[in-house]
């Protein structure tokens, strides 16, 4: 860790903010492990209490520490909480403006799903659809019903990129769907039905048991119609 004091109240924060990401990655340290005492940091990086505090509360906020009050300091459990929050509050400004915000998480999205077309049919071909199917029969039962279906739609589109063994796909799907769960409600467009999403699900399902990544990466690119038809596009 070097040392040595940085000028300015926001080098200085900088300063400690990066020097303390370098101590933790140097030496390896993992989620849990405990860091230096607050006089240890201060005295290594020759820096006041107050400027090291506020540094540790942002280093905090992004999950890079976890201070126990009482107990110390230690590495944190990185989460995207930073950046969901963030994607949440700019997709609310952009409600009351172009929607321009809400289209690009929207588009992120849909590149992320239909990018990974090749991986998901080559997965499922092998392993079969014995869990996709009772969702999407679980999903025409609701439209039948007049229902929709959140919770199994999120489920069926965590089922399809879970086997593929990259928890930040999951992760970032998952942000990108609470935050647009968000403003849903309050986009300008008609809503699609139950029955218009439940059909779209079974024609995943139906092109995923095709074999055919070109066809269901076409299916799930109509599968984002609706949404985009809300917005205007």
């Known amino acids: 860790m070097t040392t040595g004091r940085a000028r300015g109240a926001a ?25 230096p005492n607050e006089q240890e940091l201060m005295a290594q ?10 540094a540790m509360k942002a280093l905090q906020a992004v999950g890079i520490i976890e201070i126990r009050h009482g107990f110390g300091t230690y590495v944190g459990q ?47 071909s092998r392993t079969g659809f014995d869990e996709l199917d009772p969702l999407v029969a679980l999903m025409e039962a609701k439209a039948s ?28 799907l998952s942000v990108f769907w609470r935050t647009f769960a968000q403003v849903d409600a309050r986009l300008p467009g008609a809503r699609y039905t139950p029955a218009d999403a439940a059909g779209w699900h079974r024609d995943l399902l139906d092109t995923l048991k095709s074999g055919s990544p070109e066809d269901f990466a076409r299916s799930m690119k109509s599968h984002f119609v609706g949404i985009h038809t809300r917005l205007g596009e």
């Open 11 to 35: 080098g200085n924060q900088s300063f400690i903010r990066d020097q303390m990401k370098s101590f933790i990655l140097e030496r390896g340290l993992k989620a849990g492990d405990p860091l």
């Open 78 to 124: 990185v989460t995207l909480e930073a950046l969901e929050d963030g994607l949440a509050f700019k997709m609310s400004q952009s409600m009351a403006g172009d929607l321009r915000d809400v289209q690009n998480v929207l588009e992120v999205r849909q590149a992320i799903e239909v990018g990974l077309a090749d991986e998901v049919v080559a997965h499922f």
């Open 145 to 172: 019903a007049g229902e929709y279906f959140p919770d199994e739609d999120w489920a069926f589109h965590q089922a399809l990129y879970e086997p593929l063994g990259n928890s930040l796909i999951i992760d970032l």
């Open 45 to 54: 990086l020759g820096v006041g209490r107050h400027p090291l505090r506020e």
